[in-house]
Structure formats: C-alpha cells, structure tokens
C-alpha cells in the first residue's frame, strides 16, 4: 500500500534588476558629454597650433628654396607676398619671382612740386621738397600702360652705387591721354639734397643736379602655382616687422594722396651669395607674423575702432570717408585707419598678448571677466646680411598691460626657445 505524503515546496524570489536607475543613466550620459567636450577641445586646440606651425613651414621653406635656387643658378631669385583678396592686411600666398633688369632709359631733371591751383599750375613750387622726377625720353608711360610700372617700385637717383634709392608713385602719369613729352615720377619720400634755387622755383638744380637713374623694374613670375597658407592662418602685416616700403602709406603734400593699403608687389629676393637684396634688405631684419584669420580680423577691428582718428586728413578727405580693414569687416572713419598707419609706419606693430582682458585693454570690450584667448602664432624671421632663415614662438610680455605684446620678435632675434 502506498503512502502519499503531501510535501510543502518553498519557492526563493530573486529580484533581478532590468537596467540602470535614471539617475544613473543621467551621471553617465554627463561623464561622457564632459569627456566628448575636452576630447573635441584638445582636438580643436591640436588642429590650430598644427596649422600655424603648417603655414610657418611653409612660409620657412619657400624663402629657403629661393635662397637656395638662387645659389644654385647663380642668378637672383625670390618670393613674391600676395596681399589676400578679402583681408587686405594679410598674405595668404607666395610664388617663386626672378628678378627683371633695371630700366635707365633717357633723363631726368628733379622739381618742386607745382599742382596748385588743380589743373592750373602756375610755375610757382606747392612746396620746398624735391619730390617730382621730370623725364624726358624715358618712356615711362608706355612701361606703365604695360603693367611694368606702378606705385611701390623704387627708382635710385643718381644711377649707379652713389645713388639713393626712392619709392615711387605713378599718379602723374595718365595712360587714358596720349602719351607727353616729358612725363612725371612723384618720390614718396623727399631727395636727400634740397636743390640749389629758390624754394618757390620749380626747377630744384640750376646746375650740378643729377641727370640719370635707374628704375627698378617687377620681377617675372617663375612658372609654377602659388602656394597657399593653410586654411585660416595668414602672414598678418600689421604684425609683422616690414620694409617702409611695404606698408601703407601717408599724403605726400600736393604731390598725391599716397597709398592708404599695403603694396601689391612685396619681394624678398636672395643674390647668388644667398643675401638678401632690392627693397627687402634695407631693414637688416623681415619679421613675419604668422596667426589665426579669425583672431587678427576680430581684435584689429576692435583696436582700429578705439583710436582718435588722424588729424589733418589729406587733401580731397573728409570726416565721412570709411575705409575697410577686410571686405567683410567693421567700416571705419578714414582718419581712425590712418592713425593706425601712423602707427606703423613709425615702427609699431599690432600682435595681441595672449590673454585680453577689457580690463588691460580698454579698446576690446565685453571680456571683463573671462579673457579673449588668443590661438597659437609664430614669427618667420629674415636675416638680410646672412639670408638665413628662422622660425620662432610669439615673445609673450605685455608689462604695460595694454594688450599688445611689447617685444613679441624677442626669440627670433636672440635664438632664444620659447616654452
């Protein structure tokens, strides 16, 4: 007989968890924005110091291939700066350049400026400086309609080693009109020798004046395509050490209003020895300011924008006329970019300090308590006696608490490392 024993099962309940709590869920989604962010930041922060250092190698290689075609060939060959198309104070390209003879054609006799009254002059001298180069047989205006001269050339007066070299201007000489007899060079900067007549007289020699020169012609562009900066990094001219010659320039009295931008033609040229020489030379040192578009667009219009504007403008300027640092950029009054231009032209640059707080620079508004971070640059630095060629961090010391950086070319000049 069987015996049925009726038993009880105890059953266990295990609680399995089916996921994170939204809490949980929220932490981790934080953590890995928070990691995704300095990931994207340091990638970022890598990519810009890669491209300035890209456009500072190649700014540093093409001049060392210049140099070193023109030690090779046994003839001079250089580097031409392409002013860019948009930022009208920064290069963005460069070609490779060789050199064109100098043009000495006919003669020349040095005047006094007589334009006044416009169109009527009446032989009386606007003013006492000899800066009109009259020519007579030159052919100065067929170079001209031929492209072969233009503002920014350099004429050395009298020809040969003695002679004094000269930028020049070109606004006298019209190629819509027949060609004149006797066609006219205006120098930007006065003749050494002031001339032996009267002030009043046109004529600045009576006897003894120099009746020869020679005219610096455009080098021909070497068969090859320009080569680009990266994307966003530019040569900033405000930035950078230049010849006078290069930068914009002021009213020359009656003679004209000069050039308010930066020369289209800025040539580095390297003889056979590997030297510097032309235009380029006469500073002994080209320091060449290498940074982000966007920074130097950004704080330049900032800083144009708080000057006092120039005083007197030139002749034929009113209050009214803007001038654009950039064609998208702020539209400043004429005489705020001609202080900047002051400025420059007397040796100034413009390189931010790293950190600007509106604090330390009152022209760079709405950073009172967080500074605007400049991104990373360096100097490509030119010696013209040696023809070497070096590449350098920004000096970072702005002891005057103005935001401009005081001795920025400091490591280029003394080899130091920056850290």
């Not at 709590?21 to 995704?36: C, D, Y």
């Not at 608490?401 to 490392?417: A, K, L, M, V």
Request: net charge negative; hydrophobic share 40%.
């Amino acid at each position: 007989m069987k015996t049925s024993r009726s038993s009880s099962t105890s059953t266990e309940v295990v609680t399995h968890r089916a996921g994170f709590t939204l809490l949980e869920l929220l932490i981790v989604v934080s953590i890995m924005a928070i990691l995704l962010t300095m990931t994207v930041m340091a990638v970022n922060f890598s990519r810009d110091s890669e491209r300035v250092v890209s456009a500072a190698l190649h700014v540093q290689s093409m001049l060392s291939g210049a140099r070193d075609r023109a030690i090779y060939a046994k003839e001079a060959r250089g580097v031409r700066f392409f002013v860019d198309a948009d930022n009208y104070r920064a290069v963005t390209s460069m070609v490779y350049i060789d050199p064109a003879e100098s043009w000495d054609k006919g003669s020349i006799q040095l005047q006094r400026p007589d334009l006044l009254p416009v169109g009527n002059p009446n032989n009386v001298a606007d003013s006492p400086n000899v800066t009109i180069v009259a020519g007579a047989g030159t052919h100065w205006w067929e170079l001209k309609r031929r492209g072969l001269l233009f503002d920014g050339l350099r004429v050395r007066i009298p020809k040969g080693t003695a002679g004094t070299w000269y930028t020049i201007s070109t606004q006298l000489i019209d190629i819509t009109a027949a060609p004149p007899a006797t066609q006219y060079l205006v120098l930007q900067v006065p003749y050494a020798d002031p001339g032996d007549t009267n002030v009043d007289s046109v004529r600045a020699f009576d006897s003894g004046g120099p009746e020869d020169y020679e005219l610096e012609l455009p080098p021909r562009i070497l068969p090859m395509d320009p080569v680009k900066l990266p994307a966003d990094t530019i040569i900033d001219l405000d930035g950078s050490k230049l010849p006078p010659s290069w930068r914009p320039s002021f009213a020359v009295g009656s003679a004209g209003t000069g050039n308010f931008q930066y020369s289209q033609f800025m040539d580095v040229v390297f003889s056979p020895r590997g030297t510097v020489i032309g235009g380029a030379a006469a500073g002994g040192v080209v320091h060449f300011y290498i940074c982000d578009n966007v920074d130097s667009l950004t704080l330049k219009d900032e800083y144009v924008n708080d000057l006092v504007p120039f005083s007197p403008l030139p002749p034929g300027f009113t209050a009214a006329d803007k001038l654009q640092l950039s064609a998208n950029g702020e539209v400043h009054p004429m005489g705020k970019v001609l202080t900047f231009n002051q400025q420059l032209q007397a040796g100034g640059y413009f390189v931010p300090t790293n950190e600007i707080f509106t604090a330390n620079a009152a022209w760079l508004p709405d950073y009172d308590t967080e500074p605007y971070l400049v991104r990373d640059r360096r100097i490509v630095t030119i010696f013209t006696q040696t023809g070497a060629v070096s590449s350098s961090q920004v000096y970072v010391n702005d002891a005057d608490s103005d935001g401009n950086e005081d001795d920025p070319f400091r490591f280029s000049e003394t080899g130091e490392t920056g850290k």
